[in-house]
């Protein structure tokens, strides 16, 4: 498994979570590293992305301010801090990783995708 998604969980609305995703080496290095989520019946939509050396950031309007994305080089993982979460917000959510930093919101541009971990928010 190259990229592999974890933390998702049950939480109340206003809550927080934390989302992690381990990466193989080969795939981190040098990456932009990407959440993407999908609502039931709804198509998935890009969350927050950083750039490889994490000097880059970009966030969905709907999650900014309320979401963090970073990444720990030395340990090849990316996370999601999720604060004031919102019924809304519930959806399975994806780490992706491509090359390019470039239109970071595009998923069509990303290469790779892990498994997706589950976020339920009850209101």
């Known amino acids: 498994v190259q990229l592999q998604a974890y933390g998702g969980g049950l939480v109340q609305a206003g809550g927080s979570l934390r989302l992690s995703c381990a990466a193989s080496?080969?795939?981190?290095?040098?990456?932009?590293m990407a959440w993407f989520r999908q609502a039931p019946g709804k198509e998935r939509e890009f969350v927050a992305a950083?750039?490889?050396?994490?000097?880059?950031?970009s966030y969905a309007d709907s999650v900014k301010g309320r979401f963090t994305i970073f990444r720990d080089n030395t340990r090849n993982t990316v996370s999601l801090q999720m604060n004031s979460l919102k019924p809304e917000d519930t959806a399975v959510y994806f780490c992706?990783?491509?090359?390019?930093?470039?239109?970071?919101?595009?998923?069509?541009?990303?290469?790779?995708w892990g498994q997706g971990t589950e976020v339920t928010v009850s209101s």
């Open positions: 080496g080969r795939i981190f290095r040098g990456y932009t």
């Open positions: 992706a990783s491509k090359a390019a930093w470039l239109n970071p919101m595009n998923e069509r541009q990303y290469n790779y």
């Open positions: 950083i750039s490889s050396a994490a000097h880059m950031a």
